[in-house]
């Protein structure tokens, strides 16, 4: 099978005062049809910049994005309309991704009236359909983002997004500003419709335990470069990069008699700017030596499990 | 499969009792607002405006103050101008209700008269300087790079004098009378409108809520028409209403001066300069027309605070 | 009473109303504690549970304009709280009970050296003359990681991670002997957050400094804390030691709340969530707070007055189902 989303040397920078930040450094992967596909990695590595360059957003800088085998950053103004409506985003902040002077209705139905190819009566149902599917009540049509909670603006965002029947979206930390409990609601939201719908996703979050909740795949991302791909279960099971290891053992853990031994990194970070070649995990790593701050390469270490580490092999004793 | 989830995902809502806390402040600090009235609409900006002790008062002031003005030939028993040398510096009476002044023209024709001045010079300056900082700084926020620059550097020369000394200034080169005063205030004012458009269109351009339209194909047209201005367009309002009581108390600082409207065209602040002799022996000279600058300066203020409520459609307090 | 005012640290029957437009809100209602010297307490809630505003109330820093009403008892070693007056209080505030907040950068002077902040804290409670503070703020600093080459650098020349442990040094400086930390790594990544835990850990056991650690997360609770009571609604719901909330977990809130949670350990379909919302600040309730939103909700508890049922020694829970369920 063809891969709905696919990046070749996907490469974005942004300038500062100091130089380029390498926000998106090289990246490729691969978003199979139907799968969600989680993008973990801590504040400032890059996730959420990758997800936007996907959906062009951002413009990017250099490498190719293929959508159906495509190339995104080289459509047209006609293609780049149709390519929009395939392709939708689920922001992470529910106060900000709503524009305050629109109703609940006036945000679902806009995408609706902008693609000018339904009537009013079309537009009207289709816009009560969709706050059924999302769950929310009809009695709120009418309300403002800022009369609403966290939760319920999450699914007007979500409802927003579905409403052109898109194949793929990117939810970039949709449930890290909630409560917990609200949470777990907007995430067996976002399963089922996938279940129903037949979406794709691309889930960046920061949040180990929900990416393994919801994912197929897993990609962990370290100042814009991947440093580990494979499928959940596995990446759990086996995490062969240092940096996996640490995050995993880092979360803090509901279970009071089985503590996980904890990896505690030292070391500064590396900044993104200009960062040269060699591992940039090297600066905090355990393992690393004169070799790693050279050069770094990825390597399929078990099957369909990539690491970017010239030491995964000696560290995991495979 | 979709009724099976909106009865997961909704069934629990129903049940009152326990809305949304937005829904519960909302109740709470407009519980005097009909609940039908939607808030954002005109028609809500009304009612929130028109229930507010404060804006109430100036509003009424400022229409009785205009209405007054306007009719003040017919309705008063003197003109502004005519002195009556047998009744110089009277106190205040049935005769002349505010007294008269040094030359023995009635007060009360003068201020009424007078209130022309401060407010034309007020509102008009500000739609001046409202305008062209608008677009300046529209045009600045949005393309933002160099012209942002350069934009703002000029600005920055009107800002680097304190306002009024600037106002002066201008004066000075163009000139005394009613329009010299709208243009010298209307030119200082700028900077002021400029800055404020200026950083709400950046602040706004940065919202997850711009990104998002972009999504859906909304054309850059639309999403500036449609997101970004409605939405920079509040914090305006209430700086226009701001500037026309500022602009209105700074033609009176400049007639004052003898920069602004000159005798015997009775501008208040001008009234002040002139009487300021005998504010000890005569205080009600120079109490009466301060009186109403005062009273106008706040009814404006007033009603600037009245529209920021009613236009922040997120509540903050 | 009594046996609160021998404690190290209690709050007996706490109180909280704001007033907001024209009504009230009902923040925290009838809060209970107690704590012994060396203890940690984690305070688990939601947004809006009223956590910040117990642990302001302890060093009374409510904002006054908005504060309508601060009733019952908060006592610490032996003396009244809430009827100190203001020189009594700046005494104890930094000095006997200090704060850590969540965002590390609005709690350090941007335009100060850190060293000189940690100095002047400690001189403000000290008689000590500013070589002998300087000493003592190098010697915090190393204690939380941080050499003495960087005590001269300014707050924007640390990252998030370490910015907290200069906020953490800044408030162990006078060695107080209680913490009142609220959600003290929340804005930090995860393996930053790893290290600040491991460090409040090691402190808290070489110093013997008693901590209320309030957070949303049971997991860092897990990781520190002796004693957890859970807050619903401004309420306590449930309390007791690390063992009886996770180990048996009673409150249909609290079970609800470890629900929610996905599990790194076990593999889950689907996550089961709290159904609906938290109630409306704004109105006090005559029976459950939890019962709209609860699974095993009936009738009876309509009725239900919202008192504490004792279920082992210590072990409280504000349902009158739980002792019939188990």
């Known amino acids: 099978m063809a891969a709905l989303v696919e990046t070749q040397n996907l490469k974005k920078y942004f300038k500062s005062g100091a130089g380029m930040v390498h926000a998106v450094d090289d990246i490729t992967f691969k978003i199979e049809e139907g799968e969600t596909v989680g993008l973990v990695g801590e504040s400032g590595c890059g996730k959420s910049t990758l997800g936007r360059t996907l959906i062009h957003l951002n413009e990017s800088t250099d490498g190719k994005i293929l959508f159906r085998g495509q190339d995104v950053t080289k459509l047209n103004k006609k293609e780049m309309v149709k390519f929009r409506k395939d392709v939708q985003m689920i922001f992470q902040d529910p106060y900000s991704s709503l524009d305050p002077r629109q109703t609940v209705s006036d945000i679902i139905m806009e995408p609706l009236k902008l693609d000018g190819s339904f009537s009013q009566e079309e537009i009207k149902n289709r816009t009560r359909e969709l706050m059924d599917t999302v769950g929310i009540e009809k009695r709120l049509r009418m309300s403002y983002p800022h009369e609403l909670d966290g939760g319920r603006r999450q699914r007007v965002g979500i409802a927003r997004a579905l409403a052109l029947n898109p194949k793929f979206i990117v939810c970039d930390e949709p449930v890290s500003a909630l409560d917990v409990s609200i949470q777990a609601q907007i995430l067996n939201l976002l399963m089922d419709l996938q279940r129903d719908l037949g979406l794709t996703y691309l889930f960046i979050t920061h949040d180990m335990s929900v990416v393994k909740h919801i994912s197929n795949q897993i990609c962990v991302m370290y100042l814009g470069q991947m440093v580990e791909v494979c499928d959940r279960k596995e990446l759990f099971a086996y995490p062969l990069h240092p940096y996996t290891k640490a995050l995993l053992s880092a979360i803090p853990t509901t279970d009071i008699h089985n503590r996980r031994e904890r990896i505690i990194l030292k070391g500064e970070i590396k900044s993104p700017i200009n960062p040269g070649p060699g591992c940039r995990f090297a600066s905090r790593c355990p393992y690393a030596d004169e070799g790693c701050r050279q050069g770094v390469k990825s390597q399929e270490v078990r099957p369909g499990h990539v690491v970017v580490c010239n030491k995964a092999k000696e560290i995991n004793q495979l | 499969m979709a009724e099976e989830l909106k009865n997961k995902t909704t069934g629990h809502h129903g049940e009152g009792g326990h809305d949304g806390h937005g829904k519960g402040k909302k109740a709470k600090r407009r519980h005097h607002i009909d609940a039908s009235i939607k808030p954002g609409s005109a028609k809500y900006v009304w009612a929130s405006i028109s229930h507010n002790r404060g804006a109430q008062f100036g509003m009424i002031f400022i229409v009785l103050i205009i209405g007054l003005s306007l009719l003040s030939p017919y309705i008063c028993r003197y003109e502004y101008s005519a002195t009556d040398f047998a009744a110089m510096k009277a106190w205040p009476s049935f005769k002349h209700l505010f007294g008269t002044d040094d030359l023995g023209r009635d007060i009360l024709s003068r201020v009424l008269y007078g209130a022309r001045y401060t407010l034309v010079i007020g509102i008009l300056s500000t739609v001046l300087s409202a305008i062209l900082g608008i677009i300046m700084g529209a045009v600045a926020g949005y393309f933002g790079g160099a012209v942002d620059s350069c934009l703002m550097r000029f600005l920055d020369l009107f800002q680097a004098f304190p306002s009024l000394v600037l106002a002066m200034a201008f004066c000075a080169v163009f000139g005394t009378g009613v329009d010299k005063c709208i243009l010298a205030l209307g030119i200082t004012g700028i900077p002021g409108f400029a800055r404020l458009m200026r950083a709400n269109i950046l602040r706004i351009r940065n919202m997850e809520y711009i990104e998002s339209a972009t999504t859906i194909n909304c054309p850059t047209w639309k999403i500036i028409a449609r997101h970004i201005i409605p939405n920079a367009i509040s914090p305006i309002i209430v700086e226009i209403a701001m500037s026309i009581s500022r602009n209105g108390l700074a033609s009176s600082s400049l007639s004052f001066l003898g920069l602004g409207v000159q005798e015997p065209k009775p501008e208040w602040g001008q009234m002040l300069a002139s009487t300021r002799n005998y504010i000890r022996d005569f205080p009600y000279m120079v109490i009466i027309p301060g009186i109403f600058i005062v009273l106008t300066v706040l009814s404006f203020n007033l009603l600037g605070d009245a529209f920021r409520d009613a236009l922040d459609p997120n509540l903050k307090d | ?326």
């Not at chain 3, 977990?249 to 076990?266: E, I, N, R, V």
């Open chain 3, 1 to 326: 009473m009594a046996k609160t005012r021998e404690n190290f640290f209690g709050i007996r029957h706490l109180t909280v109303k704001y007033h907001s437009g024209n009504s009230i809100i009902h923040a925290v209602n009838d809060v209970s504690l107690e704590l012994k010297a060396g203890e940690t307490l984690g305070l688990v809630g939601e947004t809006g549970a009223g956590k910040t505003t117990i642990a302001k109330s302890i060093l009374r820093i409510l904002p006054e304009s908005s504060v309508e009403s601060v009733e019952g008892d908060i006592w610490f070693e032996g003396r009244q709280i809430l009827d100190m007056n203001d020189k009594e209080l700046q005494a104890l505030r930094g000095k006997s009970i200090s704060m850590i907040f969540q965002d590390p950068m609005t709690a350090l002077n941007p335009v100060k050296t850190v060293v000189s902040q940690i100095a002047e804290g400690y001189r403000q409670h000290q008689n000590c003359s500013k070589a002998e503070a300087n000493k003592r703020a190098i010697e915090m600093l190393e204690m939380v990681g941080i050499g003495a080459d960087r005590a001269e650098e300014y707050p924007h020349q640390f990252s998030g991670g370490m910015k907290q442990r200069v906020v953490i040094a800044l408030a162990l400086a006078c060695s107080p002997q209680l913490l009142l930390a609220d959600e003290p790594t929340t804005a930090l990544d995860v393996t930053i957050q790893a290290q600040v835990l491991d460090l409040i850990r090691d402190l808290r056991n070489k110093l013997g400094t008693a901590m209320i650690l309030i957070t949303h997360d049971l997991g860092v609770v897990a990781e520190v804390c002796d004693k957890v009571a859970v807050i619903y609604a401004g309420r306590i719901i449930e309390q007791g030691t690390l063992q009886d909330i996770y180990d048996h977990p009673t409150h249909p809130y609290t079970c609800g709340l470890f629900g929610a949670l996905p599990d790194l350990d076990k593999d889950v379909e689907r996550l089961s969530p709290i159904e609906g919302l938290p109630p409306d600040p704004s109105v006090i309730r005559e029976h459950c707070d939890f019962m709209e939103r609860c699974p095993y909700a009936c009738g009876k508890c309509k009725k239900f007055n919202n008192h504490m049922i004792e279920m082992t020694p210590g072990h409280m829970v504000r349902c009158w189902k739980a002792n019939e369920e188990e």
